[in-house]
């Protein structure tokens, strides 16, 4: 090389590296078959539920609701206070396992079929499907020309896709403000976070399910990260057989499958074109795959056209896969001791979750004594001492409460020992407590409230304070 050529390719600049995907419009091909079916099986399903249970009433209020302002959640019969919380890390906790659980045993059943992100770009991309045409007059469409028809099938698709969205938000803030009062409040008569919420969750809607799509499963969900650690060689995934498929290329119906030394898969490609992530399945397991049946649905039609048998795109383990097991012999190592062990938490926890919520006291009691008088003398020359309870009725029925203190000789409530408090309401009383001066030593004494609601004998709390003696 010669000396001029060397300093030239010196002097050369480094090339630049982009670290970043360019992204590209995943135009999605509909599909029919089984596993579509229960996708929107799934789509019904979680759509009714959520649109639906707002507008369910239970004695004369909305069934499911939680009152932020009143600081009341409201489950049918039950109604949960802030101490409550308990309850919240428990379904958390229910949750989470339930979780693990569905991911060992066959992948990500939850983004597959009931994930929000994965529902409402179902919906959203049936929407465009029925005004912009299928997978290749969409195409067409972009690439053409901006012409009158182009903007009024856009203007069309957005118009529907906003009306979903601000739909959405408004049943999500019907979760947390009456339904009734929001219906009220419509169309401009809101409160700023009301708005707030609606067209925040609306706006997020309309984003993601009309233009993230597979990027949020990509890129932004964290399950994706993370779902590696819970799969093993025994976790149900949908997976491409290389052993059967490869060497792919093109077939004809009526030739012989041993010929030519060409694999079952003819390189169709509408595997990919039916994917909503865009991958192709036939490069083994990937983090992007979110276990939707799409290809299965895709592939089993022209395995038949071409006169071979159907799964070589199929729910499988990577161990039936290298070891070929048959139907049975897979159910048998689904079935395995981590498994077993994640049902037998996940059933223990619904079960004590279960009792605990059956053996729930409808009644707290909160007492606190009164920290501006310590102890004083009484005209009587007893000690008294004040306090002030805060008893909680979370029934759906007024309550009438019997007072009573035990714990010092000769204690006893001075004045009114009947508590009234209305349905799921919060009632604060003071009271004041007295006892003989030689009932106790000097400084606090421990002495315990019971509250009982009259002719509920059941319903009855046992609360312990301290009484000073000076």
């Known amino acids: 090389m010669e000396p001029s050529e060397l300093n030239s390719k010196k002097s050369d600049p480094p090339a630049a590296v982009s670290f970043y995907e360019k992204h590209k419009k995943i135009y999605i091909r509909d599909v029919k078959g089984w596993w579509n079916t229960w996708r929107w099986v799934f789509v019904w399903f ?110 069309s698709k957005h118009a529907v896709w906003l009306l979903i969205s601000i739909w959405t938000g408004f049943t999500l803030v019907a979760y947390f403000t009456p339904m009734r009062e929001l219906l009220a409040a419509l169309p401009f008569d809101f409160s700023g976070w009301e708005l707030f919420w609606i067209l925040f969750y609306g706006g997020f809607c309309y984003m993601q399910a009309g233009f993230l799509r597979e990027q949020v499963c990509k890129y932004m969900c964290p399950y994706a990260r993370f779902q590696g650690v819970m799969f093993d060689p025994d976790t149900l995934v949908i997976t491409y057989d290389p052993e059967r498929g490869e060497p792919r290329g093109a077939r004809k119906k009526s030739a012989d499958a041993t010929a030519g030394r060409v694999g079952d898969c003819v390189d169709c490609g509408l595997c990919v074109a039916v994917c909503p992530t865009g991958i192709d399945i036939r490069n083994g397991i990937q983090y992007e795959c979110i276990g939707c049946g799409a290809c299965i649905d895709a592939c089993d039609p022209v395995m038949e056209k071409v006169g071979l048998p159907r799964g070589l795109i199929r729910y499988t383990t990577e161990n039936a896969l290298a070891k070929h097991f048959s139907p049975k012999d897979v159910v048998a190592h689904v079935v395995r001791p981590r498994i077993l062990l994640y049902t037998l938490i996940l059933l223990g926890i619904i079960v004590a979750s279960a009792w605990s919520l059956a053996s729930r006291v409808p009644l707290k009691v909160d007492v606190i004594r009164d920290r501006s008088i310590l102890a004083r003398e009484a005209d009587d020359g007893r000690i008294e001492n004040v306090y002030n309870l805060k008893v909680m009725n979370t029934t759906e029925e007024p309550k009438r409460y019997a007072l009573s203190v035990e714990g010092m000789d000769g204690i006893e409530i001075v004045g009114e020992r009947i508590v009234a408090v209305d349905s799921a309401e919060n009632h604060e009383v003071t009271i004041v407590v007295r006892v003989p001066p030689e009932s106790g030593k000097k400084g606090a004494n421990t002495i315990y409230f019971d509250i009982k609601a009259l002719n509920h004998d059941a319903i009855a709390v046992h609360e312990k304070a301290s009484f000073l003696m000076p």
């Open 46 to 155: 979680t759509q009714i539920l959520f649109y639906g249970t707002p507008w369910l009433l239970w004695n004369d209020r909305q069934a499911v609701l939680f009152h932020l302002v009143e600081r009341k959640f409201y489950l049918f019969g039950l109604v949960l206070w802030p101490q409550d919380v308990f309850y919240l890390a428990l379904l958390l906790i229910i949750s989470a396992y339930a979780l693990f659980l569905f991911t060992a045993v066959a992948g990500r059943l939850f983004c597959g079929y009931a994930c929000p992100q994965t529902v409402y770009s179902e919906i959203f991309m049936w929407v465009e499907n029925r005004i912009e045409g299928d997978r290749s007059a969409r195409q067409k469409l972009d690439k053409g020309p901006l012409t009158a028809r182009k903007l009024r099938l856009k203007a």
